[in-house]
C-alpha cells in the first residue's frame, strides 16, 4: 500500500513570496491534516478535512495561509506572503475515518525555508 | 481536548526497557490515548493505542490504570534506533467525533550504547 506523498521535499523562499504544498493521501482515506511543525516542537494542527468539507481550520491563519481538498483527494496548502517565522516542516497526514482510535499516516514532509 | 504532560527527555542505554509515562488528568470517557514515534527528518508514526488495561504489540506495550489519568509506553530493550521523540496524545475515538488530536512536546529518548 502506497503511503502518504507529499511534495516537494524541500523549499527556500524569501519572505513576502508565495509558497504551495502538495499532498496526496492513501487511498481511501477520508480525512487530510495538515500539520505544521517547527524544530524543536510537536506538530500543530492547521487544519482538518473530512472528504472536501473543512472540519477544523481554527489554527490556520487566515490571512497568509489557505488550503483546499478538491474531489476529496488531493490537497494543497498555500502561503502567501510568507513570514520568516513560516519556517518550519509541513506535515500532512491521512486516516480512514476521523476518530482518534483510528492511526494517522504521516507523509515525509515538506521543509520550508523562508530568508 | 484532553490536555497531556510528558518528561522532555530521557536517557536510556542498549538493552534496557525505557518506561515513558504521560499524565492526561482530563481524559474523557471516549478518550483513546495513542502513541506516536518520530524519527528526525521523518513524519510521526503510530506505535500503539489503548483504552483501558494493558495493550501489546510486536513493538510495544501500553499499561493504562483504572483511572486512566495517566498512561505508560513500555518498550522492552531498546536499541540505538530506537532514538526518537516519543508523542501521547488523547482523543475522541467516535467516529466524526473531529478527531483533532494535539501533539505536544514529546519526549526525546536517548540511547546510548
Known amino acids: 500500500e502506497a503511503g502518504v506523498a507529499q511534495s516537494p521535499r524541500y523549499k527556500i523562499i524569501e519572505k513576502r513570496q508565495s509558497v504551495a504544498f502538495w499532498c496526496n493521501p492513501i487511498?481511501?482515506?477520508?480525512?487530510l491534516y495538515w500539520y505544521q511543525q517547527i524544530l524543536g516542537q510537536g506538530p500543530k494542527l492547521l487544519i482538518q478535512f473530512q472528504n472536501n468539507g473543512v472540519v477544523d481550520d481554527s489554527q490556520l491563519p487566515k490571512d497568509r495561509f489557505s488550503a483546499e481538498r478538491l474531489k476529496g483527494v488531493d490537497s494543497t496548502l498555500k502561503i502567501q506572503p510568507a513570514k520568516l517565522e513560516d519556517s518550519a516542516v509541513y506535515l500532512c497526514?491521512?486516516?480512514?475515518?476521523?476518530?482518534?482510535?483510528?492511526?494517522?499516516?504521516f507523509g515525509p514532509g515538506t521543509r520550508l525555508t523562508v530568508t | 481536548l484532553a490536555k497531556t504532560t510528558q518528561p522532555i527527555s530521557m536517557d536510556s542505554y542498549e538493552g534496557q526497557e525505557v518506561n515513558i509515562t504521560c499524565s492526561h488528568n482530563?481524559?474523557?470517557?471516549?478518550?483513546?490515548i495513542t502513541w506516536y514515534q518520530q524519527f528526525p527528518s521523518q513524519g510521526p508514526r503510530f506505535i500503539i493505542q489503548?483504552?483501558?488495561t494493558k495493550v501489546t504489540n510486536e513493538v510495544a506495550s501500553l499499561f493504562i490504570p483504572a483511572d486512566r489519568k495517566s498512561s505508560t509506553l513500555s518498550l522492552p530493550r531498546v536499541s540505538l534506533s530506537d532514538t526518537a521523540v516519543y508523542y501521547c496524545?488523547?482523543?475522541?475515538?467516535?467516529?466524526?467525533?473531529?478527531?483533532?488530536?494535539?501533539f505536544g512536546g514529546g519526549t526525546r529518548l536517548m540511547v546510548k550504547p
Open positions: 497526514a491521512s486516516s480512514l475515518v476521523m476518530a482518534a482510535s483510528y492511526e494517522q499516516y
Open positions: 482530563n481524559i474523557a470517557t471516549n478518550d483513546y
Open positions: 489503548g483504552y483501558k
Open positions: 487511498s481511501g482515506h477520508a480525512t
Open positions: 496524545l488523547v482523543g475522541d475515538a467516535r467516529e466524526n467525533a473531529g478527531n483533532m488530536l494535539t
